[in-house]
Nanobody, 123 residues
Framework: QVQLVESGGGLVQPGASLKLTCAVT????????MGWFRQASGKEREFVAS???????TVADSMKDRFTVSRDNNKNMIFLQMNSLKLEDTAVYYC?????????????????WGQGTQVTVSS
């Protein structure tokens, strides 16, 4: 069974950068679409980014000038580079895998989820 393990979260100040990593274990990330979502305390889960097997990608409009998604199929990993972090970026960030070959923005279109990594932006 595929397992997703996120890492790279932490406590940073506004304006800082973080790079999140999602490692796919007991499975492969070659052809599946992978995504990043986040959930702030008391709020619904929110789409962040999606990347397809052919490296087609999309990032939420509110984040596209600061966040970048990438993948390394050889290492079975995907990444989320987050720059110029803001207070409102504070959330638990989740990695997810979809059986689709195309980018997906809805959480319901993802089948497997990681446990999440906490990102806290605070001054």
């Amino acid at each position: 069974q595929v397992q997703l393990v996120e890492s790279g979260g932490g406590l940073v100040q506004p304006g800082a950068s973080l790079k999140l990593t999602c490692a796919v274990t007991q499975g492969a990330v070659n052809q599946e679409t992978m995504g990043w979502f986040r959930q702030a305390s008391g709020k619904e889960r929110e789409f962040v980014a999606s990347i397809a097997w052919n490296f087609g990608k999309t990032v939420a409009d509110s984040m596209k000038d600061r966040f970048t998604v990438s993948r390394d199929n050889n290492k079975n990993m995907i990444f989320l580079q987050m720059n110029s972090l803001k207070l409102e970026d504070t959330a638990v960030y989740y990695c997810a895998q979809s059986r689709s070959f195309f980018v997906k923005e809805k959480a319901s279109e993802y089948d497997t989820w990681g446990q999440g990594t906490q990102v806290t932006v605070s001054s």
